[in-house]
């Protein structure tokens, strides 16, 4: 089968420029074609204090093509920092830059007495997706920027989870992962959205540990982190969405954290009651829908297909047909995924496949027994599928292109609700 | 004549019409070097991410309904899929046509740029046509494969005794032009070169070159007066219709950018008149538009009958409108057609232009001469104006926005009003072709332009909480700072 990106679910490298526009008052600067930003910046919510048209950026022609760009970048770079008021910037590669062999390390070293901190990351397109794109930006900050604290302090934890901007829910599901740890009585870091930013960045290194939640984009900068600023880090591949995942997200942390077990449990349980106050109420739609089916499959990124399996498998009473991967999840990594989707409740497994062609997923939900309409939880290439297999269809991964998300999140009890409350707006337009 | 449909490439607009990406001066400047051939490229030592020709070529002709596009790229290239596939979608669905256009990649990986990747795009583009059996094939060209020298050409050549349908290369690599529009070109003539079929008979049909066909009732009826339908392209449009272009009356554009190359190349190759006046923008620009499709197909009198009729119709309703847009002040940032269109349309509501941001500038068209939009206002407008050519160039628009302080800022392309209205200046995004045609479209602009101005919450609430993203250094030079004196 040819390497085929039919329906892509990711973006290249240089889409983590999304990464640092998430990072309040960090600058991308991209050393690329004129065109790089403007397809990398699909998603909406996308003008914020900068925007992709106030990205610096070099815009590559034939001469530079010729003749290298190092001085242009020079030159933009410097002016950058005239003109544009940033805390930190971020110069990244295109794929025309390191074709051409231009040097962009050395030129972003004679920025080192800088007034602001300049740091560099090589994100050219053709070197893996955004995924991994996300994970060198955050890598560049920690080797050319962080320095070593000189205290921990106590509970404070570094909350790394999705990539911003790329996941819509990114801004909600990381605040409401902050709010969890909140409730443990510790005290969350990180370093994307609203009031965040480089303050936050430089209060890294002096954390008590590294919570990560994610499958795997981020595995590598928390061990990064351990053997540069010696700070243990926990990993929890599940994003925890509605109560069985999120109870026990609080108990893996607050056991990790030494927080009392007493304390966690009346967390959880007061969190549990009021959960399940609304799902008492709800029940009889869940419960008595006509049209709703028992059985859904997710195509997303690892996060949201082990997310969404897990919360309608273990809270809502779902059965899993296969599910399908499409961040092109390293092998290293896959292993371990797979397993975790062997973890569900009443000895429930999923199959999973590693998949990023969008007409062969598809071919295969075409022939799969749903019993049933399907549920398909997917982007925005799913639809057509789901038109075509008379499935309830939700849009939750990139590509989304037809439906607005704000700030809303899906994690914790109350997303698990707001999930349900997607599903079922779906749902409840058809009778039969 | 600029165009050579013989060779697998458009070619760029630097080189075909002299058109460049950085300019400060005026409108009779402009002009006048337009004239003499001394026009020249300023380069900038500051830039901010703009757009590429391949983005542009590849969603025009994802606006062919029944295609497929393969981006021979990285993935990023192809990011773009979605949202075009989508929107595309749903232009269909509000005519009740299906869109079976696919857009997929290469997604080329380092070992491509160290090894090739024809071998891998050949099995692509079979793969693909065994998939969908789409009517037509486009590959587009990319950075990465103009630079390690894809020879896509051959490819393609290859293929075409094995796949039974037309099959083109789009040369679009993105750093071999700074003109988007030079994407344009790209898309036409692929449409040329592979689609468009020597004309077997005559059509009432008049070509439509557009991009979302938001007009098309009206039109269909504006053009039923004169016994003619239009075809819009490439909108909804289909392989089989697209082969019988070259049998139209004629072809018309609603932007001088879009129209220049596939209006003259039908002209020049199938002797299909392009009509060549200022597009039908405006009370002005809609008379003139339509006067020489009514000599080019033996319809004056039905033309002159209509126009007596709508101006009776529509220019009162429009004379009342100005006397409440008299003064206010007006900043443009468009397309090198649509910004000096819509500043005559502008002077017709009698609104002042304070400045004109080009996001380039053609020097002339692919007939040789200068847009006859710049030449109309060097004639007609009662003043002269400041001109800058500026490619999205943010940081410029907002100095500029910052020192004239206008009433209002209207763009037609994403990602500008937003600055605007961050500096608490009122803005209007474009984004409609047809927001300005002929007087209903004049009236519906002056009117949305009203009631823009005279709500001024959005903004004033905005921008009294946020900060700017320039210092205050960078308010205090003059918006040509980083222009070179210099080209090469």
């Excluded at chain 1, 000895?347 to 071919?363: K, P």
């Excluded at chain 2, 006048?32 to 703009?50: A, I, M, V």
């Excluded at chain 2, 098309?216 to 272009?245: D, M, Q």
């Excluded at chain 2, 940032?333 to 000096?340: D, E, I, L, Q």
Aim: glycine letters at 8%.
């Amino acid at each position: 089968m040819p390497k085929i990106l039919d329906q892509p679910r990711y973006k290249c490298a240089l889409g983590a420029m999304q990464t640092v526009h998430s990072i309040t008052k960090a600058l991308p600067i991209l050393h690329s074609g004129p065109g790089c930003a403007d397809k990398l910046s699909g998603s909406q919510g996308g003008s914020g204090h900068f925007a992709p048209r106030i990205f610096p950026c070099t815009n590559l022609n034939e001469k530079d093509v010729i003749f290298g760009g190092e001085e242009g970048l020079r030159d933009v770079i410097a002016n950058a920092l005239k003109i544009v008021n940033a805390d930190l910037y971020v110069v990244l590669s295109g794929c025309s830059s390191e074709i051409v062999g231009d040097d962009m390390q050395e030129v972003v070293r004679s920025f080192k007495n800088a007034e602001k901190p300049v740091v560099f990351a090589s994100t050219a397109g053709f070197k893996g997706n955004n995924f991994l794109g996300h994970e060198w930006v955050i890598q560049a900050i920690i080797e050319q920027y962080l320095k070593p604290a000189d205290k921990k302090t106590k509970g404070l934890v570094n909350i790394w989870a999705s990539v911003p901007q790329h996941d819509p829910f990114w801004y909600g599901n990381l605040f409401e992962l902050e709010n969890l740890i909140t409730q443990l009585g510790l005290t969350p870091n990180t370093i994307f959205g609203y009031d965040r930013g480089i303050k936050n960045i430089d209060k890294i290194p002096e954390a008590e540990f590294n919570l990560l939640v994610s499958p795997w984009v981020g595995l590598s900068n928390v061990k990064l982190l351990e053997e540069k600023f010696q700070t243990p880090y926990l990993h929890l591949p599940t994003l925890p969405i509605g109560a069985f995942e999120t109870s026990k997200f609080l108990r893996e942390v607050g056991n990790f954290a030494g927080i009392d077990k007493e304390k966690v449990e009346d967390i959880i349980t007061e969190n549990e009651k009021k959960y399940y106050y609304f799902i008492e109420r709800f029940a009889d739609v869940f419960l008595e829908t006509r049209i709703m089916a028992k059985r859904f499959v997710v195509i997303s990124d690892a996060q949201y297909s082990l997310a969404i399996t897990k919360f309608l498998v273990n809270d809502v009473g779902l059965f899993p047909s296969k599910q399908y991967i499409t961040d092109n999840a390293p092998e290293e990594y896959q292993e371990a995924i797979k397993g975790y989707f062997k973890e569900l409740n009443w000895n429930i497994e999923a199959e999973v496949a590693f998949l990023s062609d969008g007409h062969l997923i598809q071919d295969e939900i075409k022939e799969t027994y749903f019993s049933g309409y399907p549920l398909i939880i997917g982007s925005s290439w799913d639809k057509k599928v789901a038109e075509q297999t008379q499935a309830h269809y939700l849009s939750v991964s990139w590509p989304v292109n037809e439906r607005l998300v704000i700030n809303s999140s899906y994690v914790g009890y109350g997303g698990g609700l707001k999930l349900l409350e997607d599903i079922y707006s779906v749902v409840l337009t058809r009778f039969n | 004549m600029t165009i050579n449909l013989n060779v697998t490439s458009a070619g760029t607009r630097e080189n075909r019409l002299g058109s460049i990406t950085g300019y400060a001066g005026d409108l009779h400047d402009l002009v006048n070097q337009s004239r003499c051939g001394t026009l020249k490229e300023r380069e900038r030592c500051f830039s901010q991410s703009s757009s590429c020709d391949a983005g542009c070529a590849l969603s025009q002709l994802a606006y062919i309904r029944d295609v497929a596009i393969i981006n021979h790229a990285p993935s990023g290239c192809t990011a773009m899929a979605s949202a075009t596939v989508v929107a595309h979608t749903q232009l269909a669905a509000k005519r009740g046509l299906t869109y079976d256009t696919i857009f997929l990649g290469t997604d080329m990986d380092e070992n491509d740029t160290i090894f090739g990747a024809t071998i891998g795009l050949r099995e692509i583009i079979l793969e693909t046509y065994n998939r969908y059996k789409p009517n037509a094939i486009f590959v587009g060209t990319s950075c990465v494969s103009g630079i390690i020298g894809e020879d896509v050409d051959s490819i393609i050549n290859e293929l075409a005794s094995e796949i039974p349908i037309p099959l083109a290369a789009v040369h679009c690599e993105g750093f071999k032009s700074r003109v988007w529009a030079s994407g344009f070109d790209a898309a036409d003539h692929a449409v040329l070169t592979s689609l468009v079929k020597p004309p077997q008979r005559k059509t009432k049909f008049i070509n439509f070159k557009n991009f979302n066909e938001s007009a098309r009732g009206e039109i269909t009826e504006l053009f039923a007066n004169f016994g003619v339908e239009p075809f819009f392209l490439y909108s909804n449009s289909t392989v089989e219709e697209l082969s019988h272009i070259a049998e139209a009356l004629a072809t018309v554009s609603i932007c001088g950018t879009l129209g220049t190359y596939l209006g003259n190349a039908l002209e020049e190759k199938y002797g299909v008149p392009y009509i060549k006046t200022i597009n039908p923008l405006g009370i002005a620009g809609f008379e003139i538009w339509l006067r020489e499709i009514g000599r080019v197909i033996h319809q004056e009198t039905e033309v002159e009958a209509y126009i007596e009729r709508e101006r009776a119709k529509y220019l009162p309703k429009i004379e009342e409108i100005k006397k409440e847009l008299k003064g206010l002040r007006a900043v443009l940032g468009m397309g090198a057609s649509y910004a000096f269109q819509i500043s005559r349309v502008l002077q017709e509501l009698e609104i002042e232009v304070v400045w004109v941001a080009s996001w380039h500038y053609d020097t002339k068209y692919d007939n040789n001469e200068i847009p006859p939009h710049v030449e109309y206002l060097e004639k007609e407008s009662p003043y002269n104006f400041k001109v800058s050519v500026s490619d999205q160039q943010n940081f410029e628009i907002l100095n500029i926005l910052n020192t004239y302080q206008p009433d209002i800022y209207l763009a037609r392309h994403p990602g500008t009003t937003v600055w605007a209205i961050k500096q608490g200046i009122a803005a209007f995004f474009l984004a409609d072709e047809y927001k300005t045609f002929g007087y209903r479209g004049t009236l519906d602009f002056a009117q949305t332009i009203l009631d823009t101005i005279r709500n001024r919450s959005f903004e004033k609430n905005l921008a009294a909480r946020i900060t700017l993203p320039y210092t205050d250094w960078w308010y205090q030079q003059n918006h040509a700072a980083f222009l070179k004196e210099d080209s090469k």
